[in-house]
């Protein structure tokens, strides 16, 4: 899915089963469009490839299952879910959720400030943002990689069951961080050390404040690690 100057969709569909059944529905205000199959036959291996041209404004709303979503240049909101897909997107100044089953999220900032959600249940996230204003990112069993430019006054909040934390920040960095492992190791460049939450079980956490503060950094693992630096 592609953004151009145009202010009209364009759709190129490639259906490899004639069993797939291609909906395409246009109104004053939304396109919608639907690939529908049997339910036996997502077992199969035909492929249904749907390829997109959209206004650089449009909002987006996209679910897929076994499929990938692909998105660029798109300057609206964005919803993108996917079941056993990867997701690949851009973020400008428009919020961006996207969510995954099963497969690897990446989101890619453009220097805009879109407030970012994503979540992974079993998938990897790795997330590049040039100015990082409202970030949540959730995982189940994927780890999760962030690299950002903590702007002032920026919310940031990753949490994972089982998947390890990496948050690398541009210098310089003012932020407060509030860190906290139940059985994993927090590590970072700025010199603090994590101590044990208690003297009897596992655990530790760490809370700092890296030069002026102003940003608020929380994150929270149960079993993975926890990394963060500036670079």
């Known amino acids: 899915m592609t953004a151009w100057d145009r202010n009209e969709v364009e759709l190129t569909a490639m259906l490899e089963s004639d069993k797939d059944k291609l909906e395409f529905e246009v109104t004053e205000r939304q396109v919608r469009i639907k690939v529908v199959r049997p339910d036996d036959h997502y077992k199969g291996s035909t492929d249904a490839i749907l390829t997109l041209k959209i206004p650089k404004g449009a909002r987006i709303s996209a679910e897929t299952v076994s499929a990938d979503i692909t998105v660029a240049g798109v300057l609206g909101e964005q919803r993108l879910e996917s079941v056993s897909g990867e997701v690949r997107t851009q973020a400008y100044d428009a919020p961006v959720k996207l969510s995954t089953v099963s497969g690897d999220g990446t989101i890619n900032g453009t220097g805009g400030k879109a407030a970012v ?8 996230l790795t997330i590049n943002l040039a100015a990082a204003e409202r970030l949540s990112a959730r995982s189940i069993s994927g780890d999760i990689d962030a690299h ?23 210098p310089p960095v003012n932020a407060e961080f509030d860190m906290e492992s139940f059985s994993g190791d927090i590590d970072n460049c700025f010199g603090q050390k994590a101590r044990d939450k208690s003297r009897y079980g596992p655990g530790s956490e760490l809370s700092f404040t890296q030069g002026s503060g102003g940003a608020r950094v929380s994150i929270n693992s149960l079993s993975g690690d926890i990394t963060i630096c500036d670079h």
């Open 117 to 124: 959600t994503v979540a992974s249940v079993s998938g990897g």
């Open 148 to 170: 950002a430019e903590l702007v002032p006054n920026a919310r940031v909040e990753m949490e994972t069951v089982s998947g390890e934390i990496k948050l690398t920040t541009k």
